[in-house]
């Protein structure tokens, strides 16, 4: 039975290790898109869980389900991360597939960047982070810029990126 709780908690920290993986990989700084290097990260996962499971009894049900898990949490970690990018790229292909082809200035047009920007700024006003005044912009509030600066420099330290400016 600990033998059960053992694996439970290990697929429980499961996405921790996935990041913790995904952090180690881009620290050695291999030139392969991130995407790349978060499934090896998913990939490199598999040797603790094949040792965890080396201690559960080894029926199938267990083996099936821990793989189950561990993938289903290594998926939605993929897409949590990527969520933004996959976005737009599976726009592109569903476009491309759905014409059967389309022109540069055509997956451009795709993207009205103006109503993007709109829809932001709105949001931003609402929230109370920027004020419109006389047509022009100005900060009203630094909390969510300071946040996002704190969060950008916290991932900046954990991946082992370095100041563009050193």
């Given at each position: 039975?600990?033998?059960?709780?053992?694996?439970?908690?290990?697929?429980?920290?499961?996405?921790?290790?996935?990041?913790?993986?995904?952090?180690?990989?881009?620290?050695?700084?291999?030139?392969?898109?991130?995407?790349?290097?978060?499934?090896?990260?998913?990939?490199?996962?598999?040797?603790?869980?094949?040792?965890?499971?080396?201690?559960?009894?080894?029926?199938?049900?267990?083996?099936?389900?821990?793989?189950?898990?561990?993938?289903?949490?290594?998926?939605t970690y993929f897409h949590?991360?990527?969520?933004?990018?996959?976005?737009?790229?599976?726009?592109?292909?569903?476009?491309?597939?759905?014409?059967?082809?389309?022109?540069?200035?055509?997956?451009?047009?795709?993207?009205k960047t103006s109503d993007?920007?709109?829809?932001?700024?709105?949001?931003?006003?609402?929230?109370?982070?920027?004020?419109?005044?006389?047509?022009?912009?100005?900060?009203?509030?630094?909390?969510?810029?300071?946040?996002?600066?704190?969060?950008?420099?916290?991932?900046?330290?954990?991946?082992?990126?370095?100041?563009?400016?050193?």
């Amino acid at each position: 039975m600990n033998s059960l709780i053992s694996l439970g908690v290990f697929l429980c920290f499961s996405p921790l290790l996935v990041f913790l993986l995904h952090v180690s990989i881009c620290r050695f700084k291999v030139r392969l898109p991130i995407q790349t290097l978060q499934i090896l990260a998913y990939l490199i996962g598999f040797f603790p869980l094949y040792y965890v499971l080396s201690f559960v009894e080894q029926t199938t049900a267990a083996v099936v389900y821990a793989f189950l898990v561990y993938s289903s949490f290594s998926y939605t970690y993929f897409h949590f991360f990527n969520m933004s990018e996959t976005a737009r790229r599976i726009k592109i292909l569903y476009e491309i597939n759905r014409t059967g082809f389309l022109k540069e200035k055509e997956i451009l047009c795709l993207y009205k960047t103006s109503d993007i920007v709109q829809k932001r700024l709105v949001r931003l006003l609402d929230m109370r982070e920027i004020a419109l005044e006389a047509g022009r912009y100005k900060l009203q509030s630094h909390l969510l810029l300071a946040v996002a600066i704190l969060l950008i420099n916290w991932w900046r330290l954990v991946l082992g990126f370095r100041d563009k400016s050193e």
